[in-house]
């Protein structure tokens, strides 16, 4: 590799600020920063060819130190049920990653994913059963909001949930370049709180978010709300257990006077009895916060079932006796294997792939 090459940048990897820095410092003015800004997160161009409004040599001189790092789309699945559509990405180094374009009732939202695989290992979600490979970088999380974007009718995004696979919070520091950056007036500009995090309880980052004086939206997948519930699904709750966990969403809501969203697939057997109901009631009871009942998706590595509707319905009575608000959230895009838990990884494409060569990251 020459010096150059070695030192070419994904440009996507920058945040707005770090680019006008960049330009700055190789003697580019600063507001070509923002036209380059604009055609990517504005116009969807990536291509330093097409940037019509810079001249012939600065095109050049960008194609010399800059790449625009797009991942190319592999696959793409529409639902015959609700129009999600569902973007299998290749990454540089061939991994592949899941992205998930959901339109519904005036809103479109992107669920993208964190990581490619995950270490968390919960029983019920297919993104984390086989393991963790790496962290995607910023550039890898923006894009797949970008591909989003393009897909969307009218080219428009109106919210962005980490709930695609891996755990946000393992990556934190691009987690959080990735917010500010899409959050950036001079990128995307998505108000902060049409932003919502999923993590599946990672106290030591819950308690770094409340520091940030973000206004995004937090959610905690909770699932249980005993320690022996949450841990027979939830390995992580080994390293964080319920008591624990919940005192420091207390402690989060007072710094950032900002509601938490609890997360809890309903699962039959396992969690979503009566008694669990009260459990939980007791557990969240006076809390500043909401629960969103997820039936639980099918999974062929985990066989068990979502309650039936009675059952579902009697789960969050219990909830709203105790002046919980609570609502039901049955998942989009089951169709097409996109809905929530339902995202794998794959290190090769999907129609070469046995199963045996499939790592299958979170979601
Ligand atoms: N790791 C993060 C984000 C990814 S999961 C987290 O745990 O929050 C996004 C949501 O999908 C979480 O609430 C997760 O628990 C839920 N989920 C995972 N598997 C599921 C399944 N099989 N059925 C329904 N929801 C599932």
């Not at 990897?13 to 820095?21: I, S």
Request: proline share 3%.
């Amino acid at each position: 590799m020459t010096r150059s090459s070695s030192a070419i940048l994904n440009i996507l990897n920058l945040t707005p600020e770090e680019l006008r820095k960049k330009f700055t410092e190789l003697g580019i003015q600063s507001y070509r920063a923002s036209q380059v800004l604009g055609w990517i997160y504005e116009k969807g161009v990536y291509d330093f060819e097409r940037m019509t409004n810079l001249s012939v040599d600065l095109r050049q001189k960008l194609k010399e130190m800059f790449v625009i790092g797009i991942p190319q789309e592999a696959e793409r699945e529409s639902s015959g049920e609700d129009q999600s559509t569902k973007l299998l990405l290749k990454l540089s180094d061939g991994n592949f990653v899941e992205t998930v374009y959901i339109p519904r009732e005036g809103r479109r939202t992107v669920c993208v994913s964190s990581q490619v695989g995950c270490k968390f290992h919960c029983a019920f979600c297919a993104s984390g059963q086989a393991g963790f490979l790496r962290h995607l970088s910023m550039g890898e999380i923006v894009s797949q909001v970008l591909l989003a974007r393009d897909v969307s009718a009218d080219k428009k995004l109106t919210n962005i949930v980490f709930m695609g696979i891996g755990e946000p919070f393992d990556n934190y520091r691009e987690l959080l370049r990735a917010v500010r950056t899409l959050n950036s007036k001079e990128a995307l500009g998505i108000g902060a709180r049409k932003i919502t995090i999923s993590t599946s309880g990672i106290v030591p980052k819950i308690e770094a978010l409340g520091e940030e004086g973000l206004q995004v939206e937090l959610s905690v997948s909770l699932h249980g709300a005993t320690d022996t519930v949450r841990e027979s699904i939830m390995p992580v709750n080994r390293a964080y257990p319920v008591k624990t966990l919940i005192s420091t969403c207390k402690k989060y809501i007072k710094k950032t006077g900002r509601a938490i969203t609890f997360e809890y697939i309903l699962i039959k057997g396992i969690n979503a009895g009566e008694k669990d109901a009260r459990d939980l009631a007791k557990l969240l009871k006076g809390m500043l916060c909401k629960v969103n009942l997820i039936p639980y998706n099918p999974i062929k590595e985990f066989e068990h079932e979502a309650p039936t509707y009675p059952e579902i319905v009697r789960f969050q009575q219990i909830l709203q006796a105790a002046e919980i608000k609570t609502t039901v959230r049955f998942s989009k895009g089951r169709d097409i294997q996109a809905a929530c838990g339902q995202l794998r990884s794959v290190t090769c494409h999907p129609e070469q792939a046995s199963d045996s060569e499939r790592v299958e990251g979170s979601g």
